[in-house]
């Protein structure tokens, strides 16, 4: 379906990329990708082969993942280092010779998905409950058609990240503890997603998108339909610049950055941050409270937090701050007393580090660094000024020559002459858009 709404002008090419970013725009090793005005040139290697292949675009788009070496990362405000989402999931047929009750599967109804369960009477070795207390996964169930069914047992984030093996124990473990007999294994999942950390660096030519420009949930890990919905918004950004008589790439991929992140999403996404380092500190306890003063919010509150991305089903529920402060209320006076009173003190203190929460709650303290196109005017200078001392030395008697700084560069010294004529000539003006206006001085 992709291919048919394409134009006939595209090429898929099955080839890694070698390239690793050390700076902003600089890659190792050298030659490997190089930006110019008109685009960019990659080299890649195929499967196989030594030799590597050079490919010309106009822009890179980088979907290589959260771990990505090709998008820079801005590391020099303040971030977290990111939580991991890992799981260990499995399609099974379940034996149901002696099931008393054919419209469930063990204590999961066939009509109905199970999200969290957190539940941990099925461990007896104390070690065991000190683990699944002090590091909590859940099972997730999806139930399939007749006997089959699709359960994950998962960690929803942490630092270090729980191992798979711990997870397909416990999976396995719960499924005996609820008599849940399994006769086949027919698909394996193991899922890793991380979740949070730095923002993408401003004014690089690399566009990362989806993991690469960490649009995961920092609170859930979901990120599909996040994706979906920021490609339109990117795309068109692209597009716009790139159909301009004389594009800029750099406004192309700045434009393509700030329809992901403008300040008001970078906002919002500084709320759920915060919400993901919170479930980090939980243990199960704190995890079976934290969820059911979070389900006994209304849907549009807790569906828009889930969503967090606009034009998701519920955001404009947190969208703007006065929202998020009101979710926050609302939320915080159902939780378990235990609960709210960590969760008060979390806020406290990570406010005590940053000023991105209180930044995507109150109205002040400003507003997030924004990714929009803004031309470094250093090279060009106070243009006026410089036109005026080109003006006064071409009008001096004893200045033998107006120095190359105020000359156009792509022409040789004026002479004496070139200079008093110089004097009634029009003035080159860069605006800072990109036009150029010219002036006469009389």
Not at 108 to 131: C, G, Q, S
Not at 138 to 167: D, H
Request: hydrophobic content about 40%; glycine content about 6%; proline content about 5%.
């Amino acid at each position: 379906a992709l291919k048919k709404s394409l134009s006939k002008n595209y090429r898929v090419v099955k080839a890694n990329h070698f390239s690793e970013a050390i700076g902003v725009n600089i890659y190792k090793p050298a030659g490997s990708l190089v930006h110019d005005e008109d685009g960019t040139t990659i080299q890649l290697m195929k499967k196989g082969e030594s030799k590597p292949i050079t490919m010309r675009t106009k822009i890179v788009v980088d979907t290589t993942g959260h771990e990505t070496k090709l998008t820079m990362r801005d590391t020099r405000d303040f971030y977290t280092h990111p939580g991991f989402q890992i799981a260990y999931g499995a399609t099974v047929e379940v034996d149901e010779e002696n099931s008393p009750d054919l419209s469930a599967i063990g204590p999961y109804d066939k009509e109905a998905m199970t999200l969290f369960d957190y539940r941990t009477d099925h461990f007896k070795d104390n070690v065991d409950i000190t683990k699944a207390t002090k590091s909590p996964t859940f099972m997730y169930a999806m139930p399939l058609k007749g006997n089959e069914i699709f359960f994950e047992e998962t960690s929803l984030v942490a630092r270090p990240a729980i191992s798979f093996q711990e997870c397909k124990d416990r999976f396995f473990k719960r499924l005996d503890h609820l008599g849940i007999k399994v006769n086949k294994v027919t698909e394996e999942e193991f899922c890793y997603i991380p979740m949070g950390g730095a923002l993408p660096v401003r004014d690089q030519r690399i566009f990362g998108f989806g993991g690469s420009a960490v649009m995961v949930h920092p609170s859930t890990g979901y990120s599909l339909c996040r994706c979906l919905m920021g490609a339109t918004d990117a795309a068109r950004a692209i597009q716009k610049e790139l159909a301009t008589e004389k594009p800029n790439i750099e406004r192309a991929v700045a434009s393509a950055y700030h329809a992901l992140w403008s300040p008001d999403n970078i906002r919002q996404r500084n709320f759920a941050t915060f919400g993901g380092e919170f479930l980090m500190k939980q243990d199960v306890v704190g995890l079976r409270g934290f969820f059911d003063g979070f389900f006994r919010l209304p849907l549009e509150q807790w569906g828009g937090f889930l969503a967090g991305w606009p034009g998701l089903a519920y955001n404009e529920a947190h969208e703007t701050w006065l929202r998020r402060i009101a979710f926050g209320v609302n939320f915080i006076v159902k939780l378990p007393p235990q609960v709210a009173l960590d969760m008060a003190a979390s806020i406290v203190q990570y406010s005590l580090s940053t000023t991105q929460l209180m930044q995507s709650v109150t109205p002040f303290f400003g507003e997030p660094y924004s990714y929009e196109y803004d031309r470094n005017m250093d090279r060009i200078g106070d243009v006026p000024v410089k036109m005026e001392a080109r003006r006064m030395m071409s009008e001096s008697e004893v200045v033998p020559e107006v120095p190359i700084m105020f000359e156009d560069e792509n022409r040789p010294a004026k002479s004496t002459a070139e200079k008093k004529a110089a004097v009634e000539a029009p003035a080159v003006e860069v605006a800072e858009d990109g036009t150029v206006e010219e002036t006469v001085f009389e």
